[in-house]
């Protein structure tokens, strides 16, 4: 599983990081990082409610 974020949309808005914060985190300065482009399935689950939970359909997977 490879994460992609559309950044031009990513509003940094938290959401995908109160789902999965092994994964994704908004930093002091605003923006969304990706903290693991390719996690393990152990995260598969709370990557995909991420997607799903995006308000902007900022993040998409590739398997």
């Known amino acids: 599983m490879k994460i992609n974020v559309n950044f031009d949309l990513c509003s940094s808005n938290a959401v995908c990081m109160s789902i999965v914060p092994e ?11 990706v ?3 390719e996690p393990g399935e152990e995260f598969a689950e709370g990557v995909r409610d991420a997607v799903a939970s995006c308000p902007n359909g900022a993040i998409s997977i590739e398997d």
Do not use: M, Q, S, T
Request: aromatic share 22%; charged share 35%.
């Open 35 to 37: 903290l693991n482009e």
């Open 23 to 33: 994964v994704f985190e908004v930093r002091d300065d605003g923006f969304l990082y």
